[in-house]
């Protein structure tokens, strides 16, 4: 069997990270024609169909998503092979800006910095974990305030992304409030409903209302933190990313929501920093799942990838 060729599994990752040909061959400077013959002729070649074709865009067969963890892996084994002939791994040292959400750097930042501290001392990350809007982190990266991202999909195509994890949004209430499984939204009418003003939160309360919610809110908030001071009082309820109320805070319990709402999370970063040599490693520390797996809400199962 004649090997695959690695720029044929480099754009195969690409179409995947960027959800189609067109943004993946931007993404790399080749033509989209060239793209998809790539990954034809990596299909031919391993007996496989790995794309699902379509007019929304591209998304992995069952195939395509078993090879892609070792597609990437040789990606990241051949970008450190000029590193290697120089000798100089061990010697990476630099400035990488991060921008995220604050619940994002709480609970999925630290044992990654803490690796990255041993694994490269001359190595400064600073963390700007202000950001409320989704929007906001992707401006960063494209004003070169952030040299990396941990940004909430949709994210443009003309990033280069990395997936990263995702978490559900939730209902977030008063500890004492009796819940009745299968009772539906109206079991909380009495509550005020508070709502947490990001796009976000906002898109998922048009899900909710499509499955029959019809609460209007009460009050409006800029942060997650402010939502569950108030709902641990009694004063009302919301709906948060899971993430973002753990661990609960006294007085608040957390329920699932009637229908099925996910926050999904790349590793973002534009196509000159992602070429980066200290982005790149930190990109690829952020990823280990050996070091995702020591966080306690990987652990808890409350975010997954």
């Not at 790539?38 to 591209?58: I, K, M, N, P, T």
């Not at 007085?251 to 920093?273: C, H, I, K, N, Y």
Request: proline letters at 5%; charged letters at 20%; glycine letters at 8%.
């Amino acid at each position: 069997m004649t090997l695959p060729k690695l720029h044929h599994i480099e754009m195969l990752v690409a179409v995947i990270d960027n959800g189609g040909f067109g943004a993946a061959a931007a993404q790399l400077g080749a033509t989209q024609s060239g793209v998809s013959y790539a990954v034809g002729e990596l299909e031919r070649q391993l007996g496989e169909r790995l794309l699902v074709r379509a007019r929304s865009g591209c998304t992995p067969t069952a195939a395509g998503a078993r090879i892609l963890p070792k597609a990437r892996q040789m990606l990241e084994l051949a970008a450190g092979l000029a590193e290697d002939a120089r000798g100089d791994t061990q010697a990476l040292s630099g400035h990488v800006r991060i921008a995220c959400f604050r619940s994002v750097a709480t609970h999925l930042l630290p044992n990654a910095l803490e690796t990255l501290g041993t694994r490269h001392p001359q190595l400064r990350i600073d963390v700007d974990d202000s950001y409320e809007e989704r929007a906001e982190v992707e401006q960063a990266l494209r004003e070169g305030r952030a040299d990396l991202a941990v940004a909430q999909l949709p994210v443009g195509p003309d990033l280069v992304q990395r997936p990263f994890v995702s978490d559900s949004y939730v209902l977030v209430l008063p500890a004492g409030c009796r819940v009745q499984a299968g009772a539906g939204w109206a079991q909380f009418a009495a509550l005020p409903y508070i709502q947490l003003n990001c796009s976000g939160a906002l898109a998922v309360l048009e899900r909710c209302r499509a499955a029959g919610f019809e609460a209007r809110a009460a009050r409006t908030l800029a942060t997650d933190s402010g939502i569950c001071a108030l709902v641990a009082r009694g004063l009302g309820y919301s709906i948060l990313p899971r993430l973002a109320v753990f661990p609960e805070p006294s007085g608040v319990q957390v329920v699932d929501l009637p229908v099925e709402a996910r926050r999904s999370f790349v590793l973002g970063a534009t196509p000159a920093m992602a070429r980066d040599r200290a982005v790149r490693a930190v990109m690829a520390t952020l990823r280990e799942r050996r070091i995702l797996e020591r966080n306690e809400a990987v652990r808890r199962a409350l975010v997954s990838w």
